[in-house]
């Protein structure tokens, strides 16, 4: 069986910055080619409980952007064929100017960006600002869009675009369907590479969505096997690493 692409999620300097860094080695070890490095944010309209807990948790320590972003650079600096985007909300792009914040994490390695509350039409800039620093905006679709709008954004000229599977936050199981499969098939029409995910969580069911994405996306799972083995960095290493294999179907 070929190797499934995978986008593993991450919060940046969950619990620590020392062991979302153990994590973040453990992804890239196990096989995943993309992380998504959300930057920790107070009021999330996407994630669901696990990933909102660990901002709480981050925030509460005091972490902020620039923090994240140094931990962005490390990993970057470690790793530099690993493709990094960041995910994030709106107003922390905005609020110190979406070009400027385009300009800066380009130079620390970040090749794209995931903004969910950014209409891909009234974006505030940040598709053209990510094009003039060699990075990609990557706009974020669900099953909940009417077909009408879901068929102006797979016609927009977006590279890639964010299919989330299904309507709500993220952490729950997820059920993969002919609706599902239709829903892929439509937000990649007009020639945009998809990146499928929320509430994936195995290797069954990457194995079932692979054919009909670019990558995998998977996010919670890791954040909750990060608080489970906080305590053992070894144990982190090791469960995040197998998590890793088992969906991209390199497990033995």
Known sequence: MNKIKLMSHLVA????DE?????????????????EIQLPFSDPSADGPAIQDACTCVLN????????????????????????????????????????????????????MIIPDFPFDFDEGLTNACKENGMVNIPVCAPSMSGERLKKMANFGFPYIYAALRTGITGSDTKIDENTIEFLKKAGEGGSKIYGGFGITNGEQSKILAPFVDAVVAGSVFVRLIKENQGDKNALFNAVKAKCEE??????
């Open 13 to 16: 300097g969950f619990p620590t």
């Open 19 to 35: 062991l979302a860094l153990t994590a973040a080695r453990a992804m890239i070890a196990g096989g995943a080619e993309i992380l």
């Open 61 to 112: 320590g005091g972490y902020r952007t620039q923090n994240a972003l140094d931990f962005i650079s490390k990993i970057h600096e470690e790793s530099p064929k690993t493709t990094i985007y960041i995910m994030s909300y709106g107003s922390l792009i905005y609020t110190p100017g979406v070009k400027s914040f385009c300009e800066k994490v380009a130079k620390i390695g970040v090749r794209g």
């Open 247 to 252: 969906i991209t179907g390199q497990s033995a």
